[in-house]
């Protein structure tokens, strides 16, 4: 349960970082699955279980990405680092 991970008191916490803890937690679980699925396929022999095994992976990162653009869309913070390093060109660690 994503409240066992809080490092406050629950009754401490605004609703608008209950639900950031919330979209952090999901999008962790999402890319959690994304590695499961991607191991599992890599390990599996058989052609048609390990299609099925990709096509979950890939489920699994529009949902990370669903709740990605969700919190881009309700964290300005976030959004202005999105906006700074995604879909840029050139070597990422040189980008301000």
């Given at each position: 349960m994503?409240?066992?991970?809080?490092?406050?008191?629950?009754?401490?916490?605004?609703k608008?970082?209950?639900?950031m803890?919330q979209?952090?937690v999901?999008?962790?679980?999402?890319l959690e699955?994304?590695?499961w699925?991607?191991?599992?396929?890599?390990?599996?022999?058989?052609?048609?279980?390990k299609e099925?095994?990709?096509?979950?992976?890939?489920?699994?990162m529009?949902?990370?990405?669903?709740v990605?653009?969700w919190?881009?869309?309700?964290?300005?913070?976030f959004?202005?680092?999105?906006?700074?390093f995604?879909?840029?060109?050139?070597?990422i660690?040189d980008?301000a």
């Amino acid at each position: 349960m994503s409240s066992d991970r809080l490092h406050a008191p629950r009754e401490r916490l605004t609703k608008e970082t209950l639900a950031m803890h919330q979209a952090i937690v999901s999008v962790m679980e999402e890319l959690e699955a994304v590695d499961w699925y991607r191991q599992r396929a890599d390990d599996c022999d058989d052609a048609a279980l390990k299609e099925i095994l990709l096509h979950n992976m890939r489920e699994e990162m529009e949902h990370a990405s669903m709740v990605l653009e969700w919190i881009r869309r309700n964290n300005t913070d976030f959004e202005k680092q999105l906006k700074a390093f995604l879909f840029t060109e050139g070597k990422i660690s040189d980008h301000a």
